[in-house]
């Protein structure tokens, strides 16, 4: 088949090289001028380094996107934790470190939460509590969990505001990019279960050590080119012919038409709508996808004189930080002595993402040098902040994810927000290419 993947971001260069490697005829239609949707890396002028437009991580349970990268040949441009151990540091530069024991699972955490300096006993006790209801939580009562948020859910396990703020937000934000107070529990759970009850491995965090472009973007293009695919840069798809209800075309940029046998739309839901027929809008799924909202993440690269940290990466409590990832350890960018560091920051607060760049960096700055000592001698040669306003989808509850078939029975849906399980992560978005390619490929057979 003739197959058109509207959309080269991870899930629809997953989809594109799973279709290729069947045997079909691929062509990913991409607006922009580059590959990789949210994603993907560029040469920074001033530094010549390579710079993610957001940084990314997985985890060791993130198993499809792992496999990805071996398909790709780019697992070893990853730097991997064999047991999670993350260094946190609080806003005056106390550090406590959270990791994962050999102790059996269930107790793997207890060592550190016990020794956690950021949190009290008070609040120890509160989440002690909350994992064991996680643990023991029964088939009957996951029911309600899609209607409610997963702050809700804490409260009605004692859970007291501050222990919500300084320990579950930390854990949800980084992956769902959005609070407790937002999120459904389901979504929250499924987190927790994956990442700290089924293995204790699972939650083991591992970074790219090269650019994302680098790491899976050009060579997912150089395999479905490989396989006989094509992907098309700077080709804007303006609208979704549909006739005799199913798809007649796509009506490129200049009025041109494509035609293909079947269409993967691998747009987010807010990009999708506007390019199909009204009638078609208000037809389920597609009248759900109006439901979703988008939700940004913020990045800010800071360049310094000298080295300032020592980890690969950090966690920060009670700060605008959140996380920093030091390029310059992960990925060999030291030169000269200088240091790269990444600040990411998910959920970012209302004041922060419109204000502009440098008004950014004179925020966050002087609380990354009250945090880590290193930094306040330190001179900041260069900065970048970086702003994805459209970075994952808001989780929130009764919000019904879609799988990958449609009314139109040659239309199909890509995206991590489609029905994978998984929040809106790369693991999400290469599990929906996938899986949208199998159901084309079974359609076809």
């Given at each position: ?44 002028d ?39 151990h ?54 009957h ?16 396990r ?19 990019n ?50 006989g ?24 940029r ?45 990045n ?49 607060a209302?004041?922060?993402f ?12 002087p ?65 929906s290419?996938l ?7 079974d359609?076809?057979?």
């Amino acid at each position: 088949m003739k197959v058109g993947i509207i959309g080269a971001g991870l899930a629809g260069l997953a989809a594109g090289l799973e279709l290729a490697e069947n045997g079909h005829e691929v062509e990913v239609l991409e607006r922009r001028p580059r590959a990789g949707g949210a994603t993907y890396s560029f040469r920074d002028d001033e530094t010549d380094d390579e710079v993610d437009n957001g940084q990314h991580l997985f985890m060791e349970c993130t198993t499809a996107y792992r496999a990805f990268l071996e398909r790709l040949g780019t697992l070893h441009l990853t730097y991997r934790q064999e047991r999670l151990h993350v260094p946190v540091f609080d806003r005056d530069g106390r550090r406590s470190d959270l990791w994962s024991s050999n102790l059996p699972l269930g107790l793997h955490l207890a060592p550190a939460i016990l020794r956690y300096r950021h949190l009290s006993w008070r609040q120890k006790a509160q989440i002690v509590r909350a994992f064991l209801a996680l643990r023991f939580l029964q088939v009957h009562q996951r029911g309600r969990l899609e209607d409610i948020t997963f702050e809700e859910w804490l409260r009605e396990r004692k859970q007291s505001t501050d222990t919500i703020r300084e320990f579950w937000d930390f854990l949800v934000i980084p992956t769902l990019n959005c609070r407790a107070g937002e999120t459904s529990a389901s979504q929250a759970i499924f987190v927790l279960e994956e990442g700290f009850q089924k293995d204790a491995r699972a939650a083991a965090l591992a970074v790219p050590a090269v650019g994302l472009s680098t790491l899976h973007v050009e060579p997912a293009i150089r395999a479905i080119e490989k396989r006989g695919g094509t992907v098309s840069l700077r080709t804007k798809i303006e609208g979704i012919e549909v006739e005799d209800g199913r798809v007649a075309g796509l009506t490129v940029r200049g009025g041109e038409q494509r035609c293909f046998d079947a269409c993967v739309s691998a747009l987010p839901p807010w990009r999708l709508l506007p390019l199909l027929p009204k009638e078609v809008r208000a037809v389920e799924p597609f009248a759900g996808l109006a439901r979703f909202q988008p939700a940004p993440i913020l990045n800010l690269h800071l360049w310094f004189d000298r080295p300032v940290a020592d980890f690969a990466f950090a966690a920060f409590i009670r700060s605008e930080v959140q996380w920093a990832f030091n390029r310059s350890h992960v990925g060999g960018e030291d030169r000269e002595g200088r240091q790269h560091l990444v600040i990411s920051i998910s959920a970012p607060a209302d004041d922060l993402f419109p204000i502009p760049r440098e008004e950014v960096c004179a925020r966050i700055l002087p609380q990354l040098r009250e945090a880590l000592p290193a930094a306040r001698e330190a001179q900041l040669v260069q900065y970048r902040v970086l702003k994805e306003p459209e970075a994952t989808f808001v989780p929130a509850p009764g919000l019904e994810r879609p799988g990958p078939r449609t009314p139109l029975p040659n239309l199909f849906l890509a995206g991590s927000y489609t029905n994978t399980g998984w929040p809106a992560t790369m693991e999400s978005a290469v599990r929906s290419g996938l899986t949208a390619a199998r159901v084309v490929n079974d359609r076809g057979t």
